[in-house]
């Protein structure tokens, strides 16, 4: 089995595949698991994020990719067009690309690396993940953090935190005169919720499965919020003006009927809503509805693009430092698979000495002399280190190239 990943993003798939394909916070222990038990793979990483699945493994990617069809109960042929399947060497240069944001949507942005940390800890807490992968992401982590700390590229980048803001502001002039409802209090809730704080809104709310997460988002927030259950949703969400989802719900929790229902008491004051979520968090059928202005994170791409270009030589300079790690690690591996080969060498060379020294002493025991025992001795030794290269040499015509390597393996002449 080999190294090999399999995955989809924002470059190769649109939020209506990602969605279907992506690993909610709290089936990803199970599923990491499962790929292993059903033999699919002998270790494994999936990383799931509003961008991108992927799942990094030690196995063939043909079962991977059945693997992966059969956990979400898609055909097979449907989601194949939208995957990529990399080799080994093409994994590790991924990996080490992906960590460090320059495979993101917003480029160099560093969220990336948090989420890629957090999926290998599931690995390892599922026992998902052993020697190959292990390695692999150790030295990956090890690659970010030298990137970011010699190269610019995550500098002067718009965040999707800070583009939801942004965003916002091209509907209504002052979000000072809003009032923003936040669904969900995740890391990217709260990233964001630090953005709109900053910008002072005239109310904000925290609508959270569990009232105690979301009072301690707005606790975070200077307490100037109220917390809400997601239960609350259908009789105060024609209050605000700003809505932001991004939960882990495998259904949407916003559906058209309630929107409809808010624009009306709203007397059709217009909504802006930023679905942050995969799977979404409200239906795509809102953005339908005349003064409801949906957006997902498809719809970001030309926002966060700003300050890309400023970042393009930052970007070189870590592809470069990309390029020299990913030779070194390749040399490493080769180095690690041989050491297998060479134990094996001298065990069946130590193998051969012990027997020749056991012959070698029953012939001084019956007396025969040390010159004559230290002569059949050398012979025996001789014929045994030479016996393999001398077959595989009269082989030579099936495998010419057998050749070359004895002649560098015992530094024979070049002439011969």
Not at 6 to 20: C, F, K, M, V
Not at 175 to 196: C, H
Not at 199 to 228: F, H, W, Y
């Amino acid at each position: 089995m080999q190294l090999t990943a399999i995955g989809l993003n924002h470059q190769t798939a649109p939020i209506s595949i990602r969605e279907r394909l992506a690993f909610a916070a709290q089936v990803l222990p199970e599923a990491v698991k499962q790929i292993v038990q059903n033999h699919a793979a002998r270790e494994a990483v999936i990383l799931s994020t509003c961008n991108r699945t992927e799942l990094y493994c030690v196995g063939q990617s043909s079962d991977i990719v059945g693997w992966l069809a059969d956990f979400h109960r898609l055909p097979e042929n449907d989601i194949r067009p939208y995957l990529y399947t990399l080799d080994s060497d093409e994994t590790i240069r991924h990996a080490f690309r992906v960590s460090c944001g320059l495979d993101s949507m917003v480029l160099g942005e560093p969220q990336i690396l948090g989420q890629l940390k957090d999926a290998v800890r599931v690995a390892q807490e599922q026992s998902s993940i052993d020697t190959t992968l292990n390695s692999l992401f150790q030295k990956t982590f090890s690659v970010a953090k030298e990137v970011r700390s010699n190269t610019a590229v995550g500098n002067s980048s718009v965040s999707m935190a800070a583009a939801s803001v942004k965003m916002a502001e091209q509907i209504f002039p002052k979000i000072s005169d809003l009032n923003v409802l936040f669904i969900g209090a995740g890391e990217m809730i709260e990233l964001v919720a630090t953005y709109f704080s900053a910008k002072s809104p005239k109310k904000i709310t925290v609508a959270n499965r569990t009232i105690a997460r979301a009072r301690e988002l707005c606790a975070q927030m200077g307490g100037r919020s109220d917390a809400v259950l997601l239960n609350d949703l259908p009789g105060i969400i024609h209050e605000y003006d700003v809505i932001v989802s991004s939960t882990a719900s495998p259904l949407p929790i916003v559906g058209k009927g309630m929107i409809e229902s808010a624009l009306k008491q709203r007397r059709h004051h217009p909504m802006f809503l930023l679905d942050l979520a995969v799977p979404r968090d409200i239906e795509a059928e809102v953005g339908k509805i005349e003064d409801a202005y949906l957006y997902t994170v498809d719809d970001m791409v030309k926002v966060v693009e700003m300050g890309k270009e400023a970042r393009q030589q930052a970007a070189a300079e870590a592809e470069a430092i990309i390029d020299t790690r990913v030779h070194e690690f390749l040399q490493w591996q080769r180095e690690r698979q041989i050491v297998p080969m060479i134990k094996a060498l001298r065990d069946e060379g130590e193998i051969q000495r012990q027997q020749a020294l056991a012959t070698a002493l029953k012939q001084l025991n019956k007396g025969v002399s040390a010159e004559e025992v230290l002569e059949k001795l050398s012979l025996q030794l001789t014929n045994k280190l030479l016996h393999a290269p001398t077959v595989a040499l009269q082989q030579i015509n099936h495998h010419p190239e057998l050749s070359d390597a004895v002649s560098s393996i015992y530094r024979l002449p070049e002439h011969l």
